[in-house]
T-cell receptor, first 113, second 114 residues
Framework: ETGVTQTPRHLVMGMTNKKSLKCEQH?????MYWYKQSAKKPLELMFV???????ENNSVPSRFSPECPNSSHLFLHLHTLQPEDSALYLC????????????FGPGTRLTVL | GQQLNQSPQSMFIQEGEDVSMNCTSS?????WLWYKQDPGEGPVLLIALYKAGELTSNGRLTAQFGITRKDSFLNISASIPSDVGIYFCAGQLEGQTGANNLFFGTGTRLTVIP
């Protein structure tokens, strides 16, 4: 039990669909992150939220839209995705000033048809 | 972006054997982390290192922060089947803070043959 949960665990969607990924952390952290994990590539940081404010957006296409309503919840809204967006999407959390020690959720395996 | 070279990319070992893997970079890091990812799960933090030369153990796992601050090593002693998974190194650049300065290696896939 890592204290970070993600739903759904698996998602298959068409390119015209709109879906959302959800992350919740139960660790009392105040920073949350979205990563993309593709086969044989390093983890790619997508978004960072500190105290609910977005502090990083690593040139992520606008078809990915994050939302952080509070320090415990993080969403990733998806629309008009491409097949190359198929990957494992990982959420992580940490204390703001310990951004190196991040705790990951189990991920959502996304397949875009 | 910053590149961490992790080797080997994969390992096949017999149960009971010891395992060594490493992570190197051309840049100086002030933090090294080692994660393990089981199939279908997210990475789990195993060991965190914050000082050059630091040697830290977690059960059968031992990790070291290289003296040059450009590398780190992870050793697993007396491997068991549940050690199977992908091991990732991650490092934070010297003088930097925040998640945007945490870089991950490509992972070492470990297979343990009973």
């Amino acid at each position: 039990e890592t204290g970070v949960t993600q739903t759904p665990r698996h998602l298959v969607m068409g390119m015209t669909n709109k879906k959302s990924l959800k992350c919740e952390q139960h660790l009392g952290h105040n920073a949350m992150y979205w990563y993309k994990q593709s086969a044989k590539k390093p983890l790619e940081l997508m978004f960072v939220y500190n105290f609910k404010e977005q502090t990083e957006n690593n040139s992520v296409p606008s078809r990915f839209s994050p939302e952080c309503p509070n320090s415990s919840h993080l969403f990733l809204h998806l629309h008009t995705l491409q097949p190359e967006d198929s990957a494992l999407y990982l959420c992580a959390s940490s204390q703001v000033y310990s951004g190196d020690t991040q705790y990951f959720g189990p991920g959502t395996r996304l397949t875009v048809l | 972006g910053q590149q961490l070279n992790q080797s080997p990319q994969s390992m096949f070992i017999q149960e009971g054997e010891d395992v060594s893997m490493n992570c190197t970079s051309s840049s100086i890091f002030n933090t090294w982390l080692w994660y393990k990812q089981d199939p279908g799960e997210g990475p789990v933090l195993l060991i965190a290192l914050y000082k050059a030369g630091e040697l830290t153990s977690n059960g059968r796992l031992t990790a070291q922060f290289g003296i040059t601050r450009k590398d780190s090593f992870l050793n697993i002693s007396a491997s068991i089947p549940s050690d199977v998974g992908i091991y990732f190194c991650a490092g934070q650049l010297e003088g930097q803070t925040g998640a945007n300065n945490l870089f991950f290696g490509t992972g070492t896939r470990l297979t343990v043959i009973p």
